[in-house]
């Protein structure tokens, strides 16, 4: 399932429509960008994409200068892998996914200037496209397709951020990681071509050990 620029939209105006109409506090909008970093150590794939992003969150104060933020947010990444040996091999991987974080924020200084959030972010894989190349012997195999209806779309990870507010505009800039040991790779080995020895990508358990760097700009509506 393919989603359009226009789905994307219509997704966040009716999440901010609801939000607006049961009275909530404030209502932030944002787009940016995000670049995909390599993971853990253990791990031989590495980043290898920039991706637009767009947010909308809602915070709610809880006392002091403590709120709770939550929301929805687009974001993509991609990793790759190039091999060389007895047997050559590459792997790249693109995948985007739509996110609902749950995080605490700091108020600092009570003057509604910078905001530090911290808490867990759930992300449902809406997309997934992988292509992979393996020759032996010279002889090449190759395997690519939308793999995300063979994969378990449902990550969680931590989400850490912080934003200045200027007047109604906002700059933020986060990080987001997924908790390691998560396995996306569900039945792919059914329906994919490459079997484990001669795909990087059902070796590394589906690459679901990623982190992320972003920048975002936006305003806040309400």
């Known amino acids: 399932m393919r989603f359009s620029m226009c789905n994307k939209l219509l997704i966040f ?4 429509m609801s939000l607006t109409a049961s009275g909530q506090s404030r209502i932030f909008i944002s787009a940016g960008a995000a670049t995909s970093l390599g993971g853990s150590t253990d791990t031989f794939f590495a980043g290898n994409r920039t991706a637009s992003t767009l947010d909308a969150e809602y915070e709610k104060k809880i006392i002091g200068t403590i709120s709770i933020v939550t ?4 974001y993509g990444v991609g990793y790759q892998y190039d091999g060389t040996g007895f ?4 792997s790249s991987f693109k995948a985007n996914y739509v996110a609902v974080p749950l995080m605490a924020r700091w108020n600092m200084g009570n003057k509604n200037l910078l905001y530090l959030d911290f808490g867990m972010i759930s992300s449902w894989m809406a997309r997934a496209h992988l292509t992979e190349n393996y ?5 090449p195999q190759k395997a690519e397709g939308d793999i995300a209806a063979y994969s378990n779309r449902l990550l969680m990870g931590a989400k850490f951020q912080e934003t200045i507010l200027l007047n109604r505009f906002t700059i933020t800039l986060y990080y987001i990681v997924t908790f390691k040991g998560q396995n996306t790779v569900k039945n792919l080995p059914e329906h994919w071509p490459l079997n484990q020895q001669q795909s990087p ?5 589906g690459y679901s050990d990623y982190s992320m760097l972003g920048f975002r700009v936006g305003f806040r509506i309400k």
Do not use: E, H
């Not at 929301?71 to 687009?74: A, K, L, Y």
């Open 87 to 90: 047997a050559s091999n590459t």
């Open 135 to 139: 020759t032996r012997f010279g002889f």
């Open 201 to 205: 990508y059902l070796q590394s358990n």
């Open 13 to 16: 105006l009716l999440i901010i």
């Open 71 to 74: 929301g929805v947010s687009w």
